[in-house]
Structures are given as C-alpha cells and as structure tokens.
C-alpha cells in the first residue's frame, strides 16, 4: 500500500511559478513510476506529467511543455512538479499519482494510487 500526500499548492499571478511536492509513504517508492493529473473546473482529470522509478525518463502533456518540470529524490520518498510561466488555464486541482512497474502511463485507469490533491490557482 502506497500513501501520497500533496502540498505547495496556492494562488500565483500568471506568470509566476509554484513547486508542488508529493511525499510517499513505503519503503518501495524507488520502484514505483510517479506521475501527476489535474482536474480544472467543469472537466475530467488530464494527464501533467510521469517520471520513471528511476528519474531517467519523464513524459509531459503538450501544453506544460518547456514549463514545467518532475523530479523525484528516491532518498526523501518524494517528487516534485516544478510549474514555471503559469497561467489562467494551469487552474486546477493536481493529484500524485503512482504505479508499479515499467512504462511511463498517461490515462487515469494506470495508476494505482492517488493523493488527495492540491489546489492550484493562477489568477490573470
């Protein structure tokens, strides 16, 4: 069983930057892929980012491209998902996600796990 917690959430301008950290609990989160999902107001949950067990590869979804960024330190049982240039559209409540195994997933029905997630605001 795999516990994530979320937090770093918050209002910022557009433009600005947050860091959203994601803390795992078991003495196993150095073989699960990590990932994060967002809900914006009125849609279903899209797909943000994945990281490999091992930080080697990362996937993103086309519109946080060049602006954000996930990492992952196997020593403190955490990611990240460094969000830069944010704006209105980036509003949204992020969830952790994780799974066991090779493969870097991109749908909802993947992943095992889930935070309770994170509120993110970015006012214009």
């Known amino acids: 069983q795999v516990q994530l917690v979320e937090s770093g959430g918050g209002l910022v301008q557009a433009g600005g930057s947050l860091r959203l950290s994601c803390a795992a609990s078991g003495r196993t989160f150095s073989s699960y892929n990590m990932g994060w999902f967002r809900r914006a107001p009125g849609k279903e949950r899209e797909f943000v980012a994945v990281i490999s067990w091992s930080g080697g590869s990362t996937y993103y979804t086309d519109s946080v491209k060049g602006r954000f960024t996930i990492s992952r330190d196997n020593a403190k049982n955490t990611v990240y998902l460094q969000m830069n240039s944010l704006k209105p559209e980036d509003t949204a409540v992020y969830y952790c996600?994780?799974?066991?195994?090779?493969?870097?997933?991109?749908?909802?029905?993947?992943?095992?796990?889930w935070g309770q997630g994170t509120q993110v605001t970015v006012s214009s």
């Open positions: 996600v994780s799974r066991r195994g090779i493969g870097l997933y991109t749908t909802t029905r993947d992943y095992d796990y």
